[in-house]
């Protein structure tokens, strides 16, 4: 028997958050170095299942299955294919980075247990097979969330943590009723009480209207997740007020759990249902797209504006989800883990001029290019790729997305191709305001980026040039998967791929 | 006179099947008796009785559970109580919350200096008649029982002697639980005109024939409002719930932990057991007025929860908004034609048992924090205790967080118990109602957690608790996470109800 990889993927961050919750208050650097050890070695874990997963393969590998209460049908499933493989292991990446590279200033021990255990719940999310064991992931990462905006964030952290905690778990109380129903809705087509995702998706043939009721309890908990226009409003306030380890994971991984539960338990589960759904979805998504991008542009706070942003291009993944085509979907995973590294690498920066200077707000802010240029420098990198500059990462989900979406929502696309424009004018205004012009007083001691920053930075860099220059091998393995998703659609509904000939 | 005794034939006695109840007698026997007759024991040593009582009294009931099943009696005493996983569970169910909440209670007299047999006489008889309740077979005998459950609570409510409160709360108790008692009485005699009996399996046969005496049925739907008046009342349904806040917050808080567990475990085992068994063939007619019920119990509950300013007091609505959600499990049960009603009677059990254990420990931490005097209970009071005292306010975490469904936590198991018995009969509707109260109830227990870990602290206070209520609080936490992470420990059980 081999090693249950998966399992370790979301264990290992379990014990480390509790041997360092076991230690003694006064051994902080001990916790540090558990969390380290631990989160590290996820990272290894996870970089380790990249490299052994086959390239090409469009089912479940490292499939691990037990278990867990059978009294109810509920079992310890988790697997991973092409959809899941790079959010995953981005989360074993970012992890890490955030542990090593951001302080918290305060309650180092308790601030990185919660961060163990948030990596463990997200881990979890990504890769459970079984809706009941999903639900529980997905519910139970709100807590260390909650602790970690709620103690360690700015001035209205109490109040942001409370909106986050409350909207999630409004959302959630939809699924729940989803999850239990689809069970029981399944049960006579499988013959059993069953919550294994795999095996309802496959056996289960609900009724048009049942099938969309579900579909509904299930995309509210996901809208509220990534956050689709109008449950958005909790975002803003979770992001500014998060410390920057919470804001780059938020941003990082955590809005992903929506856009990816999405693909996985709205459009596997319920494929009639999105097909019905498309044209609502898709309005909502490309409002988000423009309503963010408007909204980001009218920021005073440099935090804010990347929240909004983010608003901003999770309506890009949505859009490229419920276009219902290879390329575009293939798009929105590709976007969510480039929006994941650059958008994280965004929050970072933002943090480390909050760390020289105590404001975010950009009036205050000028010229900082003069006094620091390799830190505007690797700025405006990130930046360009958070805008979707061809070359780096951003362009290529983008741009899938896009092309991809045109053959079946061509006006949504027309519309959202507006949101691309938008999203050079925001920043780029941003830009200048920080960095360009001559620096005030106050600006004139900014200190230029450290070698520990730059090296966490550096990784992110790597991977936004990467991606972007080179994304063939993401795309062939996150292509198979995301072809039998769509094979599995057009079986279970009369929804029918455009033919596109993918270009040469 | 000779002739007149042979008439008179006792009904075979099974002993061992009423051990349960037997012990708790024995034990309070020993506390009234040895306690009053002998000078002061040794401090805790009471205490140290009456948990081995409520042990003995589980272990027994542990035992009986293989004698259950084929060639065995289902009814005890001459059909006067019932002997079935049903029975026996939410027996146990009785039996470790009062163990639990003697341990807390043992504690907290220490504290008051008020240590004394009599509390721990009046908590076993409480539970006595909390088992009377579940067991009952026959609406007199459950009458017994709730009246052996009442008085004990109303004295428990107004035992602190040196707190105006705790009388006043017991006074008030007293009255309203009095009006309680005599609707459900009215009932029960209501429900004996229509049918003919009190027993509950013959009032089920004789309304699935379908021949009401009398030739109305009016009697019989007075009869079925009037129990539930009467039960709503005791299990603090909206709108019979204006006393709950006041008593929770009034008695001392080890009792209002044992009101909140055992009293609300038998009220609601035997409101289910009466209107599943004994009024199942008029589900039809008390299923639309329960599902009223419910919706009002979940929503004013939790809404009136968030805008309390007293921990006892929150805790006392959050109380009824989680009634509402057994309440949601007995419209379920009552759905006769589907094949999955069962769903719903396991799934309010499970629930009982696992909110039993919740509310002690809960409660049990709450008295610590409330210190000498038992009168910190207020929201402020909990500020800085995660400095202060992280482990204590970490079990409050693990606690609060558990009732408030979040997943790996025994209240997350008790949550999906009752969700699934409502979507199994098809009511959607209640079921995401039932959430979304619960989404309401979540912000109150976020404001306590608010409190202790987010607010800086005024002043760090000195909290300190005996051993005991420590065991019993480690004891509620354990179990909490352990049915979170193991459900299948309790479902194994109840799922066969």
């Not at chain 1, 998060?242 to 494929?271: D, E, H, N, Q, W």
Request: glycine content about 10%.
């Amino acid at each position: 028997m081999s090693i249950p990889i998966l399992t370790l993927l979301v264990l290992v961050p379990l014990a480390g958050a509790i041997v360092a919750s076991l230690l003694a208050k006064s051994s902080e650097s001990m916790a540090k170095n558990v969390a380290l050890v631990s989160s590290i070695a996820t990272g290894l874990l996870s970089v380790w299942m990249l490299i052994k997963f086959p390239t090409g393969s469009a089912g479940f590998e490292f499939v691990s299955k037990h278990a867990w209460v059978s009294e109810w049908g509920i079992s310890w499933h988790l697997g991973v294919d092409g959809i899941s493989l790079f959010l995953v292991v981005l989360t074993g990446i970012l992890f890490p980075l955030v542990i090593v590279g951001i302080d918290p200033h305060h309650d180092h021990k308790q601030y990185l247990v919660w961060m163990l255990v948030l990596e463990s719940g997200v881990m979890g999310s990504f890769l459970s097979l079984d809706l009941f064991l999903f639900f529980v992931f997905f519910e139970i990462v709100l807590v260390p969330m909650y602790f970690l905006i709620g103690k360690w964030g700015y001035d209205q952290r109490v109040y942001a943590a409370t909106k986050f905690f409350i909207y999630t778990m409004a959302g959630s109380a939809f699924m729940l009723v989803g999850i239990v129903a689809t069970a029981f809705l399944a049960r006579r087509d499988i013959g059993h009480l069953s919550f294994d995702l795999i095996e309802i998706a496959e056996k289960s043939n609900f009724a048009a209207g049942t099938g969309r009721w579900l579909f509904v309890g299930f995309v509210i908990a996901f809208a509220v997740k990534v956050p689709l226009f109008p449950l958005h409003t909790w975002l803003p306030d979770a992001h500014t007020q998060a410390p920057t380890g919470g804001s780059v994971i938020l941003a990082g991984v955590l809005l992903k759990m929506g856009t990816y539960g999405m693909l996985r338990f709205g459009v596997y589960l319920f494929p009639e249902a999105a097909v019905w759904a498309k044209p609502v979805l898709l309005t909502l998504a490309v409002i988000g797209i423009i309503y963010g991008a408007i909204a980001a542009t009218m920021q005073k706070d440099l935090k804010r504006l990347v929240a909004y942003s983010s608003v901003a291009h999770l309506g890009f993944i949505v859009l490229g989800t419920f276009a219902l085509t290879n390329q575009a979907i293939t798009g929105g995973v590709m976007q969510m883990v480039n929006h994941g590294i650059s958008t994280g690498a965004l929050f970072l920066m933002v943090g480390m001029i909050y760390e020289r200077r105590h404001t975010r707000v950009i009036a205050e802010l000028k010229g900082i290019q003069a006094v620091a240029p390799i830190f505007a420098g690797f700025f405006t990198l990130i930046m360009l790729s958070s805008i979707g500059l061809p070359g780096l990462n951003g362009f290529v989900g983008e741009f899938l997305v896009l092309i991809g979406s045109f053959a079946t929502a061509r006006w949504w696309v027309v519309a959202a191709t507006t949101g691309v424009i938008l999203a050079a004018l925001y920043l780029l205004w941003a830009y200048q305001r920080v960095f360009h012009g001559e620096p005030e007083e106050a600006n004139k001691s900014f200190a230029e980026i450290t070698k520990r920053e730059a090296m966490l930075l550096s990784v992110f860099v790597a991977a936004i040039v990467f991606t972007g220059v080179y994304p063939k091998p993401m795309l062939n393995r996150i292509e198979p998967s995301v072809k039998s998703l769509l094979e599995h659609v057009e079986s279970h509904s009369n929804y029918k791929q455009p033919e596109i000939k993918a270009g040469e | 006179m000779m002739l007149a005794a042979n008439m008179f034939v006792g009904p075979a006695i099974d002993w061992f099947k009423i051990s349960p109840l037997l012990v708790m007698l024995g034990g309070v026997l020993l506390l009234i008796l040895a306690g009053s007759l002998t000078p002061q024991w040794k401090q805790g040593t009471y205490g140290v009785v009456g948990a081995l009582t409520a042990a003995g009294s589980a272990v027994c009931t542990a035992m009986l559970w293989r004698d259950l099943g084929e060639g065995n009696p289902s009814s005890l005493l001459a059909n006067a109580l019932s002997f079935s996983k049903f029975s026996l569970f939410a027996t146990f169910s009785v039996a470790v919350a009062t163990l639990l909440a003697i341990l807390v209670t043992s504690g907290f007299l220490v504290r008051e200096g008020e240590d004394g047999p009599e509390v721990f006489a009046l908590i076993l008889s409480a539970a006595i008649g909390g088992m009377v309740m579940v067991q009952a077979n026959d609406l007199i005998v459950m009458f017994l029982g709730l009246e052996t459950l009442s008085l004990a609570f109303y004295l428990l409510t107004a035992s602190s002697r040196w707190r105006s409160a705790s009388g006043e709360a017991g006074l008030k108790y007293f009255v309203l639980g009095g009006f309680a008692s005599a609707f459900f009485l009215y009932g029960v005699a209501l429900v004996f005109g229509a049918t003919g009996s009190t027993n509950v399996e013959k009032i089920a046969a004789s309304l699935s024939k379908d021949t009401v005496l009398g030739g109305s049925s009016a009697m019989l739907l007075a009869g079925i409002a009037l129990l539930l008046v009467g039960f709503g009342f005791k299990v603090s349904l909206v709108p019979f719930h204006t006393w709950t806040a006041d008593v929770y917050q009034g008695a001392p808080t080890p009792v209002t932990a044992l009101m909140g567990s055992v009293g609300k475990t038998a009220a609601f085992v035997a409101l289910i057991r009466v209107f599943t068994v004994a009024l199942s063939s008029r589900s039809d007619d008390w299923r639309p007025v329960v599902v009223m019920l419910a919706v009002l119990t979940l929503v004013i509950g939790s809404v009136l929860a968030v805008v309390q300013t007293d921990v006892k007091r929150m805790l006392a609505y959050s109380s009824i908004s989680h009634a509402g959600f057994i309440l949601v499990g007995l419209v379920a049960a009552g759905h006769s034609a589907s094949a999955d009603a069962g769903l719903g009677t396991s799934g309010a059990l499970s629930y009982l048992f696992i909110y039993s254990i919740l509310v002690v420990g809960t409660l049990g931490i709450v008295s610590v924090v409330a210190g000498k005097g038992d009168n910190e209970t207020s929201l402020s009071a909990f500020k800085g205790l995660g400095k202060s005292n992280p482990v204590l306010a970490m079990g409050m975490t693990v606690l609060l967080l558990a009732q408030a469904g979040v997943p790996l936590t025994s209240g997350f198991v008790a949550k999906f118990g009752i969700i699934r018995a409502a979507v199994s009969t098809e009511s959607y509707a209640l079921a995401v109602v039932a959430m979304l109260a619960a989404v309401i109830a979540a912000f109150l227990y976020l404001r306590i957690m608010v409190s202790m870990w987010l607010s800086e602290g005024a002043a760090s206070r000195d909290v300190a608790a005996t051993f005991s209520v420590k065991a019993s609080i480690a004891l509620c936490v354990g179990a909490t996470l352990a049915l979170g992470f193991f459900p299948s420990l309790l479902l194994q059980f109840t799922n066969q109800l």
